[in-house]
């Protein structure tokens, strides 16, 4: 579709119009000019069109889509080709159904392990949801799609989630809450951006300038439309006039009310609604027709080979899988049957069908038994055979948007069915199903293997039969750490917040990156994840290739029998930067498939931004010089190899000011020298020997501010010349 039209070919009632939807999923049309209206729609793991009824918690039917692994399993996948194969899949779906915007992918990170939204999300790290979800916007839009990326910024919970105000340090921001919408808008330039619920600093992010104009648009570049999350807007006017172009759903006229007043009575600048009704019809404009015959069949079969690739092998004693298809297996619990595979809210899709494990298991193995639970014969039929796979995990009710969950245990009745069978049975495998991290104390060690599913779409019945009889080899690393006690978690404290406002207390030392920092035990760390064969990893190498960027290498065998795939995992540890930096950081990450016996050496490259921290004083990001520490892990606690470097980093002679402390006019470059000079000059003798010789002095006064210094010194008789504190502020500008 392309327009010729110009804002000024419309009326300002016209133009007003746009801005709102006509109704709860579709935008304004005005057919008089040619201008129809799109349709948009959840998102994110699968179609949520809604024909009749429409709302935005799940609570009304859909059409019939396929249910693809929520976020939280594409997250454990570690793969951005699992990510990209969802994205084009759903893209074509959308396309077929004459969507032209998917309301996804939701990139908040996991900061608590209770936020009821965790199985939108991919992770607890900025790298991995931003690598996942720009590779799954590109594919989308490939297929014609818009994609819309949410919820900027902050939403990390769902208490009170349209109103609390996220206190939350700039520097935290900027490093874990940021970069993964940073990363889409800059690589995959996605067609919309959804703004959050929450407020930022007392600010709602619906009429945040500095988050949807001064950050997204103007120092990333986006050029897209900024859409509302559903029923965000507090106040229209406001959030126009800081860049959030349509209002969602439609307010039935009443938001173009205001913002025809506004710009009668002068206090809003048309320019402003002209600059919005562009982007509009720029996105309505990238609309293309609906085309593509979807087959059910094939898109079923798509969301079974990644759901494969998604689920994370926990634990795996005395190789208690893979099954043998000879092995007379008990499958226990109702999970079996009745799949728990998404997770409640917007985003819930009525799947076009739905795979059980349970017969899928059927198909495979010779002899299956089955029991649904506590009260059934369960544990009797757990003696009976060789070994016995239980189905656990959280239901739909447990855990969904809307609400955050209070504790991360499995139901009571679980457990002492988990323990009640493995005691009775010779092997005990545990499946999960659940959107957020559960606790596995208590029954963690009674039971020979765990196979963690996360949430697997409506294939992942049968994909998890595949796993369990080596049919697939498990290759998911965890997205999120398991602690041992939701207590350890660094949001503890400060998680959902009180009277309104949730501090992030923790800043930038975030899941695994407190975990390793504070040296506290987790029960899986993040990145964990075993397989079917096992990997070596050798040869490593790193090049520094610039002032602050390096380039890893490592050579990768498959040293088992079976083919299987490999997550390269690279953290940077440094403590060169003057602020505190976690233990260790994942900065780049590859999945890569072995046969057995392969060997693969793989590049990655270490950009400037794996090395930088993000320096408030100077509002950029900064790479120390230094020295630091490249990683090769397992995970984030196992690392297997280190090697050193050294990056001449960022050269930054910092500006002085009267209140810059006394350590910093002495350390700086130009000016310290001088200034010990003229102190050195105008102090007498037996002070000026004191002074040199004492190092504690030196400590005492480090931290004053310049200007109280000179005041000290003064009433100890040393008066610096009047022009000379001046001149050298004009020295550290760069000036004689
Ligand atoms: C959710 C969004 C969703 C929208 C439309 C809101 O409640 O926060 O993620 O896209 O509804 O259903």
């Not at 309505?284 to 494969?308: L, N, Y």
């Not at 207390?505 to 390793?516: A, H, L, N, P």
Request: proline share 5%; with cysteine.
């Amino acid at each position: 579709m392309t327009f010729q039209i110009e804002s000024t070919d419309l009326t300002l009632e016209q133009k007003a119009s746009l801005l709102s939807g006509r109704d709860f999923w579709n935008t304004e049309a005005i057919e008089a000019a040619g201008i129809p209206s799109i349709l948009l729609s959840d998102g994110p793991h699968g179609l949520r069109r809604q024909d009749s009824e429409a709302d935005n918690l799940g609570v009304h039917d859909s059409v019939s889509a396929t249910c693809f692994p929520p976020s939280v399993a594409v997250g454990s996948s570690w793969d951005p080709e699992v990510a990209a194969r969802v994205g084009a899949a759903i893209g074509r779906e959308a396309r077929a159904a004459g969507v032209s915007v998917v309301l996804g992918p939701g990139v908040n990170i996991k900061r608590s392990p209770l936020c009821g939204r965790n199985f939108e999300y991919y992770s607890e790290d900025p790298l991995v949801s931003g690598v996942l979800a720009t590779a799954y916007v590109r594919a989308m839009q490939a297929e014609g799609v818009g994609a819309s990326v949410k919820h900027f910024a902050a939403n990390n919970q769902e208490t009170d989630r349209m109103r609390v105000s996220v206190d939350v340090d700039e520097r935290t921001l900027r490093e874990i809450y940021l970069p993964a919408f940073e990363r889409v808008v800059t690589e995959a330039r996605p067609a919309t951006v959804m703004c959050s619920y929450n407020r930022v600093n007392g600010v709602y992010a619906s009429q945040n300038r500095r988050l949807l104009t001064d950050v997204l648009r103007d120092e990333w570049g986006f050029d897209g439309t900024v859409v509302s999350d559903w029923g965000a807007v507090n106040d229209r006017v406001a959030a126009l006039a800081a860049g959030l172009d349509l209002e969602m759903p439609g307010t039935g006229g009443s938001g173009d009310a205001e913002i025809v007043a506004a710009v009668r009575n002068g206090e809003l600048d048309e320019a402003v609604v002209d600059r919005s009704v562009r982007r509009l019809l720029a996105l309505i404009g990238r609309t293309v027709p609906p085309a593509g015959d979807v087959d059910p069949d094939e898109q079923h079969e798509v969301a079974k080979q990644v759901a494969a690739d998604c689920a994370v092998l926990l634990k795996n004693d005395g190789d208690a899988l893979p099954l043998s298809t000879r092995a007379a297996v008990a499958v226990i619990g109702e999970f079996a049957a009745n799949p728990r595979f998404q997770g409640g809210g917007s985003s819930h899709v009525n799947p076009t069908r739905v795979d059980t494990a349970l017969d899928a298991i059927r198909e495979l193995g010779e002899s299956v038994t089955y029991a649904s639970d506590l009260a059934g014969n369960a544990v009797e039929i757990a003696r009976q055979a060789d070994v016995a796979v239980v189905f656990a995990g959280l239901g739909e009710r447990d855990e969904s948007e809307g609400f955050d969950r209070e504790i991360i245990d499995l139901p009571a009745a679980q457990v002492e069915l988990i323990k009640a069978v493995a005691a009775a049975s010779r092997r005990t495998v545990v499946v999960l199903s659940h959107g957020g991290v559960v606790s596995l104390e208590g029954w963690h060690d009674d039971v020979d293997a765990i196979l963690d599913g996360w949430l697997l779409g409506q294939a992942g019945g049968s994909a998890i039969a595949d796993l369990l009889f080596g049919i697939a080899n498990p290759s998911g690393r965890l997205a999120e750490s398991i602690p041992l006690r939701l207590q350890d978690n660094p949001s503890y404290l400060n998680f959902p917040g009180e009277s309104g406002h949730v501090r992030y207390g923790e800043g930038v030392i975030v899941g695994y990156r407190y975990y390793e920092t504070a040296d506290v035990a987790v029960r899986y760390p993040f990145g964990h994840g075993l397989s079917y064969t096992t990997f070596e990893t050798g040869d490593p190498t790193v090049t520094v290739t610039g002032d602050d960027s390096a380039t890893v290498a490592v050579s990768v065998t498959n040293t088992g029998t079976r083919a299987g795939k490999h997550v390269v995992q690279v953290y940077v540890a440094s403590s060169e930067a003057p602020v505190r930096c976690p233990a260790r950081e994942l900065r780049a990450f590859t999945k890569i498939s072995l046969e057995p016996g392969e060997t693969r050496r793989v590049e990655l490259t270490l950009d400037r931004r794996a090395f930088a921290w993000y320096d408030i004083e100077l509002s950029r990001w900064v790479v120390s010089p230094g020295d630091y520490t490249v990683q090769l892990g397992r995970s984030a606690a196992d690392i297997v190899a280190e090697l050193p470097i050294t990056l001449a980093g960022d050269v930054i002679i910092p500006v002085l000011s009267l209140d810059s402390t006394v350590e910093a006019w002495f350390g700086h470059p130009i000016v310290g020298p001088e200034l010990g000079r003229l102190l050195a000059e105008n102090m007498p003798g037996e002070q000026s020997e004191q002074a040199r010789n004492s190092a504690d002095w030196m400590r005492m006064v480090a931290s004053m501010p310049m200007r109280r210094f000179t005041k000290l010194m003064a009433y100890r008789g040393v008066e610096l010349p009047a022009e000379s504190l001046p001149r050298l502020i004009e020295l550290s500008k760069g000036g004689a």
